[in-house]
């Protein structure tokens, strides 16, 4: 299983940025999606997920009304739409991927930098 996030860059604060995770190995269209991040010397947190059929989805209280998380099923991928991003958004985006309680996947993660 490949899980290959890109989108990551340095952006200024009010900015946005689309995040996008390809899956391969594994069939997508059953597994619920997530993303969390990790920023400098924090532990990983949750930021959003989207159930298999893209039908609920859920956010951290520090993203909501900001991101927007949304899948392709036809093309295997898991979008994050950051817009209005903040410095503290800065961190290495990892997205996920799990068929039952737990996490079972992880990508390589993309650095988001947010400049004030």
């Known amino acids: 299983v490949q899980l290959q996030a890109c989108g990551g860059g340095l952006v200024q604060a009010g900015g946005s940025l689309r995040l996008s995770c390809a899956a391969s190995?594994?069939?997508?269209?059953?597994?619920?999606m997530g993303w969390f991040r990790r920023a400098p010397g924090k532990e990983r947190e949750f930021v959003a997920s989207i159930t298999w059929n893209g039908g609920t989805s859920g956010y951290a209280n520090s993203v909501k009304g900001r991101f927007t998380i949304s899948r392709d099923n036809a093309k295997n991928t898991v979008y994050l739409q950051m817009n209005s991003l903040e410095p503290e958004d800065t961190a290495v985006y990892y997205c996920?991927?799990?068929?039952?309680?737990?996490?079972?996947?992880w990508g390589q993660g993309t650095q988001v930098t947010v400049s004030s």
């Open positions: 996920t991927a799990r068929s039952g309680l737990t996490w079972d996947y």
């Open positions: 190995g594994l069939i997508f269209s059953t597994y619920n």
